[in-house]
């Protein structure tokens, strides 16, 4: 004869402990963002500019937007509607701030380079072309890289890339086997190189003898998108997912929650307010996405946008229907919602069958949650905030996966409660 014996566990997880460790294996927020310790839905959009007519590409230099215009080779500020001549497609746009204060606007293309400031007038072009990648400024000097060959200004002279000398312009080759140059940032006090399948590190002063290569540690795959930096921190997309280098390794982003993201599809990559790193993507199941990753929160997210550009700055800015438009304050997508996906692990709550019986949502608003076992039943209930919900099933297995979902603005998420029943045989 057989005795059933079971236990009830209760167990509360603030949103703070709601990221991919401990009990979860894997987390995802879809469409929504933390704000004052609460999941709320994220960013809506507002029209910020209106595109001239044939725009293919937006780009953010500082809090300016630019917009590259494909028909006619021209790149126009959209909020002074200055344009400047161009060259073929167009991959990049940086501002640097000269010695006496002038902001100028550096523009990449893979057969132009030019230099120009916030007036029609001042335009330089530079060939042979200094970059066809990105720029970094450092120690007075500015560096550009085409393939694996860098380039580098004279001090204090952003435009001084041909007048080669021992106190001039130069350039070098860079160690063979890393691949040609994705990015250059500067960053504690050394100018890092991305290549495609490795980083070197340039240790580079005023004195061109005194710069020294060194090929530093990588075991990521190769390197798929500029990096974000934020203080002195690199992050960046690499066959393995997003990356943090912080000038020594470079190992997997915590709580990246980057499963759902097709790498072999196109990554934008840039830095919000020099405080997040964010990237228009492709998820796996072929929408697109602008993921944001938190550093100091450790956590990643997707905002649910149309959009057929991004570009990164202040804020978010999205191309579409002819138009530029700007993300802030809170508004569901044009289809679907908001979405939290948790895969849980119940093993630690000792031996026997391990059974999901209901959801407890902190918070306010409606719901909808559902969950799945290993066996691949699954079982969904309408829930309330400051409700316990019970599922019509119990959801069996030691490994559950857990969604909350739900379609109102002002809902929010401030913690989950599960209770769970361990049965055993004796």
Same mark, same amino acid.
């Given at each position: 004869?057989?005795?059933?014996?079971?236990?009830?566990?209760?167990?509360?997880?603030?949103v =703070?402990?709601?990221?991919?460790?401990?009990?979860?294996?894997?987390?995802?927020?879809?469409?929504?963002?933390? $704000?004052?310790?609460?999941?709320?839905?994220a960013?809506?959009?507002?029209?910020?500019?209106?595109?001239?007519?044939?725009?293919?590409?937006i780009?953010?230099?500082?809090?300016?937007?630019?917009?590259?215009?494909?028909?006619?080779?021209?790149?126009?500020?959209?909020?002074?509607?200055?344009?400047?001549?161009?060259?073929?497609?167009?991959?990049? %746009?940086? +501002?640097?701030?000269e010695?006496?204060?002038?902001?100028?606007?550096?523009?990449i293309?893979?057969?132009?380079?030019?230099?120009?400031?916030?007036?029609?007038n001042?335009?330089?072009?530079?060939s042979?072309?200094?970059?066809?990648?990105?720029?970094?400024?450092?120690?007075?000097?500015?560096?550009?890289?085409?393939?694996?060959?860098?380039?580098?200004?004279?001090p204090?002279?952003?435009?001084?890339?041909?007048?080669?000398?021992?106190?001039? &312009?130069?350039? !070098?080759?860079?160690?063979?086997?890393?691949?040609?140059?994705?990015d250059?940032?500067?960053?504690?006090? *050394?100018?890092?190189? %991305? *290549?495609?399948?490795?980083?070197?590190?340039?240790?580079?002063?005023?004195?061109?003898?005194?710069?020294?290569?060194?090929?530093?540690?990588?075991?990521?795959? $190769?390197?798929?998108?500029?990096?974000?930096?934020?203080?002195?921190?690199?992050?960046?997309?690499?066959?393995r997912?997003l990356?943090?280098?912080?000038?020594?390794? +470079?190992?997997?982003? &915590?709580?990246?929650?980057?499963?759902?993201?097709?790498? /072999?599809a196109?990554?934008?990559?840039?830095?919000?307010?020099?405080?997040?790193?964010?990237?228009?993507?492709?998820?796996?199941?072929g929408?697109?996405?602008?993921?944001?990753?938190?550093?100091?929160?450790?956590?990643? @997210? !997707?905002?649910?946008?149309?959009?057929? @550009?991004?570009?990164f700055?202040?804020?978010?800015?999205?191309?579409?229907g002819?138009?530029?438009?700007?993300?802030?304050?809170?508004?569901?997508?044009?289809?679907?919602?908001?979405?939290?996906? &948790?895969?849980?692990?119940?093993?630690?709550?000792?031996?026997g069958?391990k *059974?999901?019986?209901?959801?407890?949502?902190?918070?306010?608003?409606?719901?909808?949650?559902?969950?799945?076992?290993?066996?691949?039943? /699954?079982? =969904?209930? =309408?829930?309330?905030?400051?409700?316990w919900? @019970?599922?019509?099933? &119990?959801?069996?297995?030691?490994?559950?996966?857990?969604?909350?979902? !739900?379609?109102?603005?002002?809902?929010?998420?401030?913690?989950?409660?599960?209770?769970?029943?361990?049965?055993?045989?004796?």
């Amino acid at each position: 004869m057989t005795v059933p014996s079971c236990r009830t566990y209760t167990l509360h997880y603030p949103v =703070s402990a709601l990221r991919r460790e401990g009990r979860f294996r894997r987390f995802r927020l879809e469409h929504l963002r933390e $704000e004052n310790g609460s999941f709320v839905c994220a960013e809506g959009e507002i029209k910020a500019y209106t595109l001239p007519s044939s725009a293919t590409d937006i780009f953010c230099a500082g809090d300016r937007v630019f917009a590259y215009v494909k028909s006619t080779q021209t790149g126009k500020f959209l909020d002074t509607n200055v344009s400047y001549p161009s060259g073929g497609s167009m991959h990049n %746009l940086t +501002a640097l701030v000269e010695a006496e204060g002038t902001t100028r606007y550096f523009a990449i293309g893979d057969t132009y380079f030019h230099y120009f400031a916030n007036t029609a007038n001042s335009i330089v072009t530079f060939s042979p072309t200094p970059s066809t990648s990105a720029l970094a400024l450092h120690h007075e000097r500015l560096f550009g890289a085409v393939g694996t060959r860098v380039y580098y200004t004279k001090p204090l002279d952003f435009r001084g890339w041909e007048n080669y000398g021992e106190h001039d &312009a130069g350039y !070098f080759d860079l160690l063979p086997g890393a691949g040609e140059v994705v990015d250059i940032i500067s960053m504690r006090d *050394r100018v890092y190189f %991305l *290549r495609r399948y490795g980083i070197t590190r340039l240790t580079g002063y005023c004195d061109i003898y005194n710069f020294q290569q060194e090929a530093m540690p990588f075991g990521m795959g $190769e390197i798929l998108s500029r990096a974000a930096v934020i203080g002195e921190t690199a992050y960046f997309f690499t066959s393995r997912g997003l990356c943090r280098f912080d000038g020594t390794k +470079a190992e997997q982003a &915590a709580g990246a929650s980057d499963e759902e993201i097709s790498l /072999s599809a196109d990554l934008r990559m840039g830095t919000l307010d020099h405080m997040q790193a964010a990237a228009s993507v492709t998820m796996t199941d072929g929408v697109k996405a602008v993921y944001v990753y938190d550093p100091v929160q450790e956590r990643g @997210r !997707f905002i649910r946008r149309t959009f057929d @550009r991004c570009a990164f700055g202040p804020y978010i800015y999205t191309m579409h229907g002819g138009s530029v438009y700007r993300l802030t304050g809170k508004a569901l997508p044009s289809a679907g919602g908001c979405k939290l996906v &948790a895969e849980m692990a119940l093993s630690d709550l000792g031996e026997g069958e391990k *059974r999901l019986e209901a959801v407890y949502i902190s918070g306010s608003g409606s719901f909808t949650v559902s969950a799945a076992g290993e066996d691949g039943l /699954s079982s =969904s209930a =309408s829930a309330k905030a400051g409700e316990w919900t @019970r599922f019509p099933t &119990a959801v069996r297995g030691e490994n559950i996966s857990l969604t909350v979902s !739900f379609s109102q603005t002002a809902a929010c998420i401030d913690g989950i409660g599960l209770r769970v029943r361990r049965e055993d045989r004796i």
